[in-house]
């Protein structure tokens, strides 16, 4: 059995990791939110300690690790901006940290950690959880068995619907959360090069506080992409069935399956990080560089290839 603490107990995220760590018969020894609305914490682990204050938790961790038997991984749920820094403590605190994704907000932070890991000799983990669903490990495949001069044509469409709150929460303030690109695309561009291989091409046609949305072209893929939080521009199709949500990769015109299967992905994140075969700091950058282009490249407007739900986009403003 491993010992693990978590820092952003409160967040959205942060339940999967429970469960994550309970479903592999593990222990949440420690918690830590400035939030105290926590009491989901009492269906995983109710003997698990908690702390409002981060000196109280570092003081904590301390204590445990001067004991002897220390924290094995501490699982990082906090807001973006600050998971390097919790990176840091956990690594300095000779624990192996877990990290949600973006596991940071720049390409320089990654150098950074990495000269940590190799004077603790720990190591960081980023939870990529879309390359364990089968869909995308079956259409990896499929691009790999395609003839090697095939370049797909690709639409990735993602509205996930947020209140006025997002706004005023750090998710709303660029320099916290990165941008929606950042703060809900990142996993999706992880995704698309890890299918379709390195990047080679990134133009944004719109980038707003509520949406934005480019052109990447990869190895093996050309890729139309728009993100929003803004319901406004869900399709019709969504908007009948009253959905808030709004999901959709079309590849060669063809639609890709993976609505299902998404529930059990951290789960199995931790099982392979925890038998030596989780996602590493290198295998994050690609991902952190294009989210990070995106965030400070030149916003080009309708222009050359884009998305068609862009139309929506300038007929609403």
């Known amino acids: 059995m491993k010992t693990f603490a978590l820092i952003g107990a409160a967040g959205y995220i942060a339940p999967r990791h429970m469960k994550a760590i309970k479903e592999t018969d593990n222990e949440l020894i420690a918690a830590m939110d400035t939030n ?3 009491g989901i914490i009492d269906s995983y682990f109710p003997d698990a300690d908690f702390f409002t204050e981060f000196e109280r938790f570092d003081r904590h961790i301390d ?5 002897g038997s220390g924290i094995d991984f501490m699982s990082i749920c906090s807001p973006n901006y600050l998971h390097d820094a919790h990176i840091r403590f956990a690594l300095r605190n000779q624990a192996d940290a877990i990290c949600e994704k973006p596991l940071v907000l ?11 890991e190799k004077e603790t000799g ?23 068995a395609a003839p090697k001069d095939k370049v797909f044509d690709v639409d990735l469409t993602y509205l996930t619907s947020r209140g006025h709150w997002y706004g005023v929460s750090w998710k709303g303030d660029l320099k916290k959360s990165g941008g929606v690109a950042t703060n809900i695309g990142v996993h999706f561009y992880d995704m698309l ?17 509520d949406v934005a949305a480019g052109y990447l072209e990869f190895e093996r893929a050309r890729v139309r992409w728009f993100l929003s ?3 406004t521009y869900l399709p019709q199709e969504a908007i009948e069935k009253n959905k808030r949500t709004y999901r959709s990769i079309l590849i060669e015109g063809d639609e890709l399956e993976f609505s299902d299967g998404f ?3 951290h ?23 294009i989210v990070s282009e995106i965030r400070k490249g030149e916003v080009q407007g309708l222009q050359g290839d884009f998305h068609p739900f862009c139309r929506s986009v300038i007929k609403n403003n």
């Not at 720049?106 to 940590?116: D, F, K, R, S, T």
């Not at 091409?201 to 506080?209: A, F, G, K, L, P």
């Open 36 to 38: 105290d609305s926590v």
């Open 63 to 67: 204590k445990v690790r001067r004991k």
């Open 106 to 116: 720049n390409p320089w932070n990654i150098n950074a950690l990495g000269e940590i």
């Open 122 to 144: 720990q190591q960081v983990y980023n939870i990529l959880q879309l390359r364990l669903h089968p869909s995308i490990q079956e259409l990896k495949k499929k691009v790999e």
């Open 193 to 209: 090069q890890w299918v379709f291989g390195g990047l080679k091409r990134n133009v944004i046609h719109i980038h707003n506080d």
């Open 229 to 231: 939080i803004n319901a």
């Open 263 to 265: 529930t059990d992905l």
């Open 267 to 289: 789960t199995l994140s931790y099982e392979e990080i925890l038998a030596g075969r989780g996602f590493s700091l290198k295998e994050a950058r690609e991902s952190i560089e």
